[in-house]
């Protein structure tokens, strides 16, 4: 279609030429839902954008990939971000997937779309059907700024993963997001939340990484030394952030929990050791 062709090459002026004789404005693709808006706003031309605006297009149309805002904040355009929520898109519809476009810009770190989405209101909650909001894929990045725009936003800082429970501060110790670590516990996160799957908690999990300012951090925070994973009320199976820094043979985080008051005689008789997911596992 011609319409498509023009609006792929940003070309504004035979757009508008093509809009004047009668082209549809709004045609789509059998079966997909991909319009020409969407070529345009993945063209980054704001003046394309704006011509097909002009023509009342659909700017809540979508396909699989989602609607002429994602597409916008995937790609980083905020003018056309701008456009488009001017325009009346509705800043909550996601993909098929449920990635909104707050989502999708708190992921790729486009911080001028994310703060121009909390601005129209956007939900900072919202989750994925993975069961990820804004502010975790933003934290799994290590997208600081993004993070504390979020936070700013009123985003959950304890909600947890649905998969296992995992929270946003056991994910970011996991993963030595030491900046995040803070701006969540700032924010106040719960340092002795655990996984539901396995009871891991943010110290446990830094203590096996070897992330020595991240349990310098989660200590002076209050975090518990001597909550073992799978623990309540002190009854579990023990393994604890000095267990495992013990057996990974993390010297200097061995002495901060010592020196935070942690107990050396507590802990399993099992060998483990951290798994990439973040977990523990029986050697």
Not at 170 to 179: I, N
Not at 253 to 258: E, F
Request: glycine letters at 10%; one cysteine or more.
């Amino acid at each position: 279609m011609a319409l498509v062709h023009a609006a792929g090459k940003g070309d504004a002026k035979m757009v508008r030429e093509l809009l004047a004789a009668g082209a549809d404005v709004n045609y789509s693709i059998p079966g997909e839902g991909w319009t020409p808006l969407c070529t345009a706003v993945l063209s980054g031309n704001v003046q394309t954008v704006e011509a097909f605006i002009a023509a009342e297009a659909d700017v809540n149309e979508a396909d699989c990939r989602g609607t002429p805002l994602c597409l916008a904040a995937l790609n980083g355009h905020l003018d056309a971000a701008s456009i488009l929520i001017d325009a009346g898109a509705n800043v909550d519809k996601g993909d098929k997937y449920g990635w909104t476009p707050l989502t999708t810009a708190a992921f790729k770190g486009h911080l001028d779309i994310v703060e121009a989405l909390i601005a129209a209101a956007a939900d900072a909650n919202k989750v994925t059907k993975e069961g990820w909001t804004p502010l975790y894929v933003a934290m799994q990045i290590g997208h600081v700024q993004t993070v504390e725009a979020l936070i700013d936003a009123s985003a959950d800082v304890n909600q947890a993963r649905t998969s296992d429970g995992a929270t946003l501060l056991f994910k970011a110790a996991h993963l030595g997001h030491l900046e995040i670590v803070r701006a969540l516990i700032a924010a106040a996160a719960d340092v002795n939340e655990a996984c539901s799957d396995d009871g891991c908690t943010p110290l446990i999990i830094a203590a096996g990484n070897g992330h020595l300012e991240i349990v310098e951090v989660l200590i002076a925070a209050a975090a518990d030394v001597n909550k073992g994973s799978g623990e309540t009320d002190g009854i579990g199976d023990g393994i604890t952030p000095l267990f495992v820094a013990a057996q990974e043979n993390h010297l200097q985080v061995v002495q901060a929990l010592i020196a935070g008051g942690a107990d050396v005689n507590k802990g399993p008789v099992t060998a483990l050791r951290p798994e990439p997911d973040g977990h523990l596992a029986e050697v």
